[in-house]
C-alpha cells in the first residue's frame, strides 16, 4: 500500500452506511467529502447535527474539520477513492429500484479522473458492479476499467445500534474488477478496517452480502413460523427457542417478532430472487421466507383481536396503545417496520390506536405523534409492545391490572393472566 493512500476519500449516500464510514475515514486522518442529495443532511452535518444515531454529535464534532458536507459533486476528482452507499430499495411491484445508484453512477462518471478507484457498498444483485456502474463509469468518462481506474464492490456491515462489533472490527469483504482493483479497494479499508478480506469479483462479493441477510431473513421466517404452529398447538414458542438456544453448536438463537423490518433484510430476498429468474431459477425457499415474515403483522392483529375478545370487547372503540413503532430496538428507522402495517390494521378496524417511541417522533402517513408513556398506557383495552426500546420497564407496565400483548418476549413473567405473548 502506497504511504497515505488513500489521502482523501468522497463518500456518496451520508446514511447509515455513507456516515459512519464517512466519518471513520475521517478520524484516520484522511480528508473526506462527504456528498448528499439532501440540501437538509448537508446543512444538518455543517451545522455539527448527526441525523444518524450511531454517530453521536460530538463524534461528529470532533472530525469536521476533515469532513466537507456538500450536495455537489464537482469536487469529486480530488478524491483517491469514491465510495457509493446510496439506497438501493424496491419498487412498487417489489423489484430492485437502482434510481439512486444510476444517479450516483453518472455522477461519479462526469467527474472520474484516472487514478482513481471507485468502490459500490449498496446492497444490490450480483452482477450490478459489472454490468452497471463498470459501462457507467467507461461510458461517461472514456476511461477504461481496471486499467485507468479501478473498481470494486464491498459490502457494508453497518448494523445500527450494535456496539460490540464496529466498521474497524468487522471483516470487510472486497470484490474487485480486477485483480488490481481488488489490491487498490483493499488498500482503501485498510486505512479504517483491522480486516479486509478480497475475493475473486464483484459478483462474489454482492451475492456474499445477499447470503448475509437473506441467512437471517430464513431464520427469522423458521422461528416466525413456528410463533405460528406454537400459538395453535399451546405452546411457548419463546420456551422452546430457549431450550433448543442451549445447544452450545449447530444452533443459531432467532427470535420470534411482530415481522421484519429494516431497510435491508425484507429487500434483499427480492434482489436476488429478481436476479434468480434471469438464470430460469425460481428461489422458492427464499421467497417463501419472506412471504412468512410479511404474514406476521396479521397474525399479531389476530392475537389482538383475541386478547380484547377475552376481556368481552371489540376491537372496533378499544384504546390500544403501541408500544415500539421502530423497526428494531434502540433506533429511529421507521422504514418496512411491522408495526407500521399492524397499526394500520387494527384502525382499519375501528380501534383508537395511540403509540408511544422517543425514537420515532411521528407517524405523518398513519397522522400520529409519539406521546409520553403514562399517556399511552392511560385507559389503554390493550396494550402492545411491538418494539422492545430498552428505556422502558415494561414489568412495571405489565400490571395485574392491564392487558398486555408482547410481541418480543420482554415482560419477564409471561404466565400472568393479564400477559398475552406471540
Ligand atoms: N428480527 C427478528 N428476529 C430476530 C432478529 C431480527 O424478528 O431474531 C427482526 C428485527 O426486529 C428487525 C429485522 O428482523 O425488524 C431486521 O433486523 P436485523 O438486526 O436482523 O437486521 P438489520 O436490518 O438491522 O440489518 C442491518 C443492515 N444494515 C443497515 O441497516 C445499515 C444490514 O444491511 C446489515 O447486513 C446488518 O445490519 C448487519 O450486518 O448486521
Not at 446514511?15 to 448528499?36: I, N, R, T
Request: proline share 6%.
Amino acid at each position: 500500500m502506497a504511504p497515505g493512500f488513500p489521502a482523501s476519500v468522497a463518500v456518496i449516500g451520508l446514511g447509515y452506511v455513507g456516515l459512519p464510514l464517512a466519518v471513520a475515514f475521517a478520524e484516520a486522518g484522511v480528508s473526506v467529502l462527504g456528498v448528499d442529495r439532501s440540501e437538509a443532511v448537508v446543512a444538518g452535518l455543517r451545522a455539527g447535527r448527526s441525523h444518524i444515531e450511531d454517530v453521536p454529535a460530538e463524534r461528529l464534532g470532533a472530525v469536521l474539520e476533515r469532513l466537507d458536507a456538500t450536495t455537489s459533486t464537482e469536487r469529486l476528482p480530488q478524491a483517491d477513492a469514491v465510495l457509493i452507499c446510496v439506497p438501493t430499495p424496491l419498487n412498487a411491484n417489489r423489484e430492485p429500484d437502482l434510481t439512486a445508484l444510476t444517479a450516483a453512477s453518472d455522477a461519479v462518471a462526469g467527474q472520474l479522473r484516472a487514478g482513481q478507484t471507485v468502490v459500490l457498498e449498496s446492497t444490490t444483485y450480483p452482477g450490478t458492479t459489472r454490468e452497471q456502474l463498470v459501462p457507467t463509469l467507461e461510458r461517461g468518462s472514456g476511461l477504461v476499467a481496471g486499467t485507468d481506474f479501478h473498481v470494486a464492490y464491498s459490502p457494508e456491515r453497518i448494523d445500527p445500534g450494535r456496539t460490540d462489533f464496529t466498521l474497524a472490527t468487522t471483516p470487510k469483504t472486497v470484490g474487485g474488477y480486477t485483480d488490481a482493483c481488488g489490491a487498490a479497494a483493499r488498500d482503501v479499508y485498510a486505512t479504517v478496517c483491522e480486516d479486509v478480506r478480497v475475493v475473486s469479483s464483484p459478483d462474489v462479493a454482492e451475492l456474499s452480502k445477499l447470503l448475509e441477510n437473506v441467512f437471517r431473513s430464513v431464520n427469522i421466517a423458521l422461528v416466525n413460523e413456528l410463533a405460528m404452529l406454537c400459538d395453535r398447538m399451546g405452546l411457548d414458542i419463546r420456551e422452546v427457542v430457549d431450550a433448543a438456544a442451549s445447544k452450545p453448536y449447530g444452533f443459531m438463537r432467532f427470535d420470534p417478532g411482530p415481522g421484519m423490518g429494516g431497510h435491508c433484510l425484507p429487500v434483499d430476498p427480492f434482489y436476488l430472487a429478481w436476479r434468480a429468474r434471469e438464470f430460469d431459477f425460481s428461489t422458492e425457499f427464499v421467497e417463501l421466507a419472506g412471504k412468512i415474515n410479511q404474514q406476521m403483522p396479521y397474525h399479531c392483529v389476530q392475537r389482538a383481536e383475541r386478547a380484547l375478545n377475552d376481556q368481552g370487547k371489540a376491537v372496533r372503540g378499544s384504546r390500544i396503545a403501541i408500544l415500539g413503532v421502530a423497526y428494531k430496538r434502540d433506533v429511529g428507522d421507521i422504514r418496512e417496520s411491522p408495526a407500521l402495517k399492524i397499526v394500520a390494521l387494527l384502525r382499519a378496524l375501528g380501534a383508537d390506536v395511540r403509540y408511544h417511541d422517543p425514537h420515532v417522533e411521528a407517524l405523518p402517513e398513519l397522522e400520529l405523534r409519539h406521546e409520553p408513556l403514562d399517556r399511552v398506557l392511560a385507559d389503554a383495552d390493550l396494550t402492545v409492545i411491538v418494539t422492545p426500546h430498552s428505556h422502558v420497564d415494561y414489568d412495571a407496565v405489565a400490571t395485574d391490572d392491564r392487558i398486555v400483548l408482547d410481541l418480543r418476549g420482554v415482560v419477564a413473567d409471561r404466565r400472568r393472566p393479564s400477559v398475552y405473548s406471540l
